[in-house]
T-cell receptor, first 115, second 113 residues
Framework: DTEVTQTPKHLVMGMTNKKSLKCEQH?????MYWYKQKAKKPPELMFV???????INESVPSRFSPECPNSSLLNLHLHALQPEDSALYLC??????????????FGEGSRLTVL | QQQVKQSPQSLIVQKGGISIINCAYE??????FPWYQQFPGKGPALLIA?????SEKKEGRFTISFNKSAKQFSLHIMDSQPGDSATYFC????????????FGDGTTLTVKP
């Protein structure tokens, strides 16, 4: 069982909807990430939170808005998405910068379909 | 510019055979080299990882071989099983900065019974 929990597992939304993806980890990790993955492609980094502060935004369009309410939770707010934004959205965590482990712990992902 | 090149794109192996996937990197600052395994509909999961101070690491049927001078590393799956059928991604990062992991394009492995 994954220790990074993502909800919902599946989401279908229209281009005018507002929805949110949620992620939770209880491993005490201080870095959390959002990745986007298209079919048969590697994960693409979107955002990095380090100690609850946004540290990296990989030039992601503003229709994606991340939020880190506390060290265990990470949200991704979605608004006015386009059909090409349909993908698997993965949340991941790692112990944190400066720690001697580069392992990423991924959730099972939220499959998003934009109509 | 892609910093981690992975090959082959797809691989078909008979049950009991050896599966070999190769990766090459460019950035000599990388010091952590993981392999992730991803099943359909699931997120990637760490399979095995190596740091450049060793040339080989083995965990069960899975072995990473690392060639620092050639900037290459490979995954060997011995006695491949149908349950190993998945997509495998190599990656490279600074050990203290997992968030900047650079992934290879992935290899889809099919193990035929």
């Amino acid at each position: 069982d994954t220790e990074v929990t993502q909800t919902p597992k599946h989401l279908v939304m229209g281009m005018t909807n507002k929805k949110s993806l949620k992620c939770e980890q209880h491993m005490g990790h201080r870095a959390m990430y959002w990745y986007k993955q298209k079919a048969k492609k590697p994960p693409e980094l979107m955002f990095v939170y380090s100690y609850e502060k946004l540290s990296i935004n990989e030039s992601v369009p503003s229709r994606f808005s991340p939020e880190c309410p506390n060290s265990s939770l990470l949200n991704l707010h979605l608004h006015a998405l386009q059909p090409e934004d349909s993908a698997l959205y993965l949340c991941a965590s790692s112990p944190g910068p400066g720690t001697n482990t580069g392992e990423l712990f991924f959730g099972e992902g939220s499959r998003l379909t934009v109509l | 510019q892609q910093q981690v090149k992975q090959s082959p794109q797809s691989l078909i192996v008979q049950k009991g055979g050896i599966s070999i996937i190769n990766c090459a990197y460019e950035n000599t600052a990388f010091d952590y080299f993981p392999w992730y395994q991803q099943f359909p509909g699931k997120g990637p999961a760490l399979l095995i990882a190596i740091r450049p101070d060793v040339s080989e690491k083995k965990e069960g049927r899975f072995t990473i071989s690392f060639n620092k001078s050639a900037k290459q590393f490979s995954l060997h799956i011995m006695d491949s099983q149908p349950g190993d059928s998945a997509t495998y991604f190599c990656a490279a990062s600074r050990d203290t900065n997992a968030g900047k992991s650079t992934f290879g394009d992935g290899t889809t492995l099919t193990v035929k019974p």
